[in-house]
């Protein structure tokens, strides 16, 4: 294999709203990091918009904290809650994640199409990647690909998985 670059996977962590007000938040991060021979950079902390958006000046700061770490943030369930969009330009976000309630009839329902290919097309010219959730039939994927959506996730390309439970005191 000489001449090919092998990369570790990223790995994506969902942060709920509760974990996110946390003040240990960022060393426990960093300590799993350590325990697991990892780098910030390997990881793509997962956070709602809501999550984002109900902290105010305790969110800025910890994403702030985040970003200064090396950690990537992924807005997860994009389109959801209120949209500050303000926090796109001024966070290192590197994701947005297209929720499911607007991919599920894209194929059919001409306004969830205008949302998604509306959201996809401002992550593009942000310079931020898009995954879609929900993806469940080839037509839709099909859709996604046509407007620029580079990953997904859904039935379609697998079942759930069994989670691998790391519990931590915050």
């Known amino acids: 294999m000489s001449g090919v670059a ?3 996977p990223v790995v994506a962590v969902n942060v709920s709203a509760v974990q996110f007000k946390s003040r240990r938040l960022i060393e426990v991060l960093l300590e799993a990091t350590r325990e697991h021979d990892l780098t910030p950079g390997d990881i793509e ?14 969110a800025a700061s910890t994403l702030d904290d ?6 990537r943030l992924v807005v997860d369930d994009f389109g959801t809650g209120y949209s500050n969009l303000a926090y796109l330009k001024r966070f290192d976000i590197v994701k947005l994640k ?3 309630s607007f991919v599920r009839d894209i194929t059919t329902d001409p306004d969830d199409a205008a949302i998604t290919r509306g959201i996809i097309g401002l992550a593009k010219s942000l310079g931020l990647r898009v995954v879609a959730e929900g993806v469940e039939h080839a037509a839709q994927m099909e859709y ?4 620029g959506c580079e990953e ?4 379609m390309l697998s079942l759930p998985l069994a989670p691998l439970v790391m519990q931590k005191n915050f």
């Open 98 to 100: 297209i929720d499911q």
């Open 144 to 147: 996604l690909l046509a407007c």
């Open 45 to 58: 902390i997962e956070l709602t918009e809501s999550a984002l958006m109900s902290e105010g000046d305790t």
């Open 66 to 71: 985040m970003g200064r770490h090396g950690f």
């Open 152 to 155: 997904a996730q859904g039935y």
């Open 6 to 8: 092998v990369s570790a």
